[in-house]
C-alpha cells in the first residue's frame, strides 16, 4: 500500500465531480504512489469512478451528504461537518491524507482549513501560494488573498514561508527572496513593508533578500520569492493575467482579420503551442495554503482534468519534500516577534 | 499669437533636453494653436532649438541656472526656485501659461506642482492619472502613486475626477467608473473602498457607478474609469506593463529560435505592426496630475520624441477642454465630508 495519500473534494469546482476524477485520473498515471481518499456524493461520484478502474485501484471513495456551494458564506460553512469540502479536509487533521485538493469555494476552503487544521504555532497568518512562470523560469508569490492587510511580521513570515516553498517545490537551493513594492529606494511604500524589510534583513532571518522589487521587474526572474499582502499580490496576480489574456487575444483578433497573415499560420504554429505551453494556465493551476498543520491546496474552479491534475501533483510534491515539517522546525528557530520589535525601533 | 501656452522643462528625462525638443518640434506641427514656454540650460537648448526653427517661431525660450537631478528628493528640490522643473510650473501659477510638462523626477513634478499649484479648494489631494488602452477603446485609471494609503473620501474624489477627464479626455458621455478590488461582492476588499463604494452610489455624486472591478476585467472594457489608492494603481500598472512585455518577448525570442517562424514572418508583418501600435507605450505616454489649481503632466523619462509629443498633446487637450474649471465648478455642487460621514454610517 502506498503512504502517500490525498484526500479530494469530488464536489468542487464548475464542473464538479467529472473534471475532478478525470483530474485524479491523469494524476494517478503520473504519480503511481500516490492513494486518494475522494468525498463527495455518491450517486453522482460512483458512475463515473466506475470508468476509470485504474483510478478507482488507488481510491477510497466515501460518500458524503452534503457539499459547499460558491455562494455559500465561509462563516457559515464552518459549521456544516457533513459537506464533502469539511470532510476532505479533517481527513488530513486525523492523519488518514497529509493534503487536500479541492476545486471549491475559496474562502470556504481558507476558513475550515484555518480551523480544522489550525496555523502552525509560532505563524501569525496562514497565506495563499502560487508557483509562477517568468521569463527564464518560475517563481513563487505570497500571499494572494489571505490576508487583505497584513502587518510587518505577517509579511516577514511569508518570506520565510516562501524561501522554504521555492526551495523544495522550484528545487533553488538559496532563493532570492523579494518584497512587492511601487519603488526600490528604501522609503518608497507602506510603513509595514519597510519595517518587513528591516526584519527580513536581520541575519536571524538568514534569506537572501533582495530589497523590494516592482510589478514589471517580476517577468525578468530577478527574484524566485516575491511577497506582497494579500491585496497587493491577488492585484498584482490578476493584473498578469488579464494583461497576458488581451495580448494573446489582440494577436489572434489580428490575426483572424488579415488575410496574409492567415495563409502564414502554419509557419508559426511551433511558435502558438510553444507560447501556449509556457503560459498555460493549467500548468500553474494548484494554490497552496501554507502555515497550517497540513497542507490545502486549492484547484482554479474552472479548470480541466490537467489543470487539477496539477494541482494534485503539486500537493503530491510538497508531501514528497516534508514541505509542512519543514516550515514548523524553521519557524522554531526565529523569534519572530522580538525581529518585529527591531525592526520598527530601525524604522524610526 | 496664439493663447494656447504650454510650459515645458526642457531638462527633464533620460536624454533632455534633446528629446524634449525634438518632441516639441513633433508637437507644434500637429498642434498649430500652442506656443511653448521653454525653460532651461542655454548652452544645451540653444544649439538644438536653432535646429527647428519652425518650433522657435512658437517657442520662448528662457535659461534656467539649475536643473532637478533623477535622485533629488521631493524635501530638497521645492526649496530651490531656480531649476527649470520649478519655473516652467511656475508659470503656470503665474497665468503665463496653462499647462506644464516635464520627463523629469516624478516625485519632484508632484511636489513642486502641489506647493506652487496648490491643491483645488474642497479636493483633499490630488491623484495621478493615465489613459490606457484595452480590447476595444480606451480608460483611465487613478492613483497611480501620488497617494500611497487614500481615505474613502480620497477614493471617492479619484471618481469624480475621473469621470470629469474620461468625458473631457476619451468623450464618453457618462463613463462607467468602478472601484478596484480583489473580488466583486459588496463585502470584499478593505474598509476604505467598501465605504469610498458607499459614496460614489449616492446620488449626488452623479456617476454612473459600476460596483468593483477586479485587474483581469480591466481589459475587456467594462469601465472607463478605474479607481485605487496609489499604492494598488501603481502596482496593477506595473504588472499589467511587465506582463504585456514579457509575452511579447517571448513571442518574439520564440520566432527568433525557430526556422520556420522566420519564413513565415512576411506573412505576419501586418499582424506585428498593428499590435505594436496599439501597445506602443508611447501613444500612452503623459501622466496628468489633477486636482491642481493647473494642469502638470509627466512624460515618462525614457521615452523619445513622439512619445514626449504625445504627453504636450495630452496637456493641450485638456487645455482645450476646460478640464481644471470644469473640476472645479462640479466638485462645489458636493460636500464630499457631508458625504463621507453618510457613507461611514452605511458600511456598519
Known amino acids: 500500500m502506498n503512504n502517500l495519500v490525498i484526500s479530494v473534494d469530488a464536489m468542487g469546482g464548475d464542473k464538479s465531480p467529472r473534471v475532478v476524477i478525470e483530474g485524479l485520473a491523469i494524476a494517478a498515471k503520473k504519480n ?8 463527495g456524493d455518491d450517486a453522482k461520484v460512483t458512475p463515473i469512478l466506475n470508468q476509470h478502474p485504474d483510478l478507482k485501484k488507488v481510491c477510497e471513495f466515501r460518500h458524503t451528504p452534503e457539499m459547499v456551494h460558491n455562494e455559500d458564506k465561509p462563516s457559515q460553512v464552518i459549521r456544516n461537518r457533513n459537506t464533502s469540502m469539511y470532510m476532505a479536509i479533517d481527513a488530513v487533521r486525523k492523519g488518514e491524507a497529509q493534503a487536500v485538493v479541492s476545486a471549491g469555494n475559496t474562502g470556504a476552503l481558507m476558513a475550515i482549513s484555518k ?3 489550525k496555523t502552525i504555532t509560532k505563524i501569525h497568518r496562514p497565506a495563499i501560494v502560487s508557483i509562477m512562470p517568468h521569463r527564464t523560469g518560475r517563481y513563487v508569490m505570497l500571499d494572494l488573498g489571505a490576508n487583505t492587510e497584513c502587518s510587518a511580521i505577517n509579511l516577514a513570515e511569508f518570506a520565510l ?18 518584497l512587492l513594492n511601487i519603488g526600490t529606494e528604501e522609503m518608497k511604500g507602506k510603513e509595514e513593508i519597510r519595517q518587513a524589510a528591516q526584519m527580513i534583513k536581520n541575519s536571524k532571518m538568514n534569506l537572501d533578500f533582495r530589497g523590494y522589487i516592482e510589478p514589471h521587474e517580476i517577468p525578468n526572474g530577478v527574484a524566485d520569492v516575491i511577497v506582497a499582502d494579500g491585496f497587493t499580490g491577488n492585484i498584482a496576480l ?6 497576458a489574456r488581451l495580448v494573446i487575444r489582440m494577436v489572434k483578433d489580428a490575426i483572424k482579420g488579415s488575410f496574409l497573415a492567415k495563409l502564414g499560420l502554419p509557419f508559426m504554429m511551433g511558435v502558438i503551442l510553444k507560447i501556449k505551453k509556457t503560459m498555460d494556465p493549467r500548468l500553474y493551476n494548484g494554490a497552496m495554503f501554507v502555515g497550517l498543520n497540513g497542507l490545502s491546496v486549492k484547484s482554479h474552479g474552472g479548470t480541466d482534468a490537467l489543470g487539477f491534475s496539477v494541482a494534485v501533483g ?5 508531501v514528497r519534500q516534508n514541505f509542512v515539517p519543514s516550515i514548523r522546525e524553521e ?18
Not at 314 to 318: G, K, P
Not at 340 to 347: G, H
Open 32 to 39: 503511481p504512489d500516490i492513494r486518494f481518499l475522494l468525498f
Open 238 to 243: 490578476k493584473a498578469t493575467e488579464g494583461t
Open 314 to 318: 503539486n500537493a503530491a510534491m510538497l
Open 115 to 117: 480551523m480544522v487544521l
Open 331 to 348: 519557524i522554531e528557530k526565529i523569534d519572530l516577534d522580538e525581529l518585529s520589535q527591531e525592526a520598527i525601533y530601525d524604522v524610526y
Open 161 to 178: 514561508m516562501g524561501d522554504i516553498l521555492a526551495r523544495h517545490a522550484l528545487g533553488i537551493t538559496k532563493p532570492k527572496v523579494a
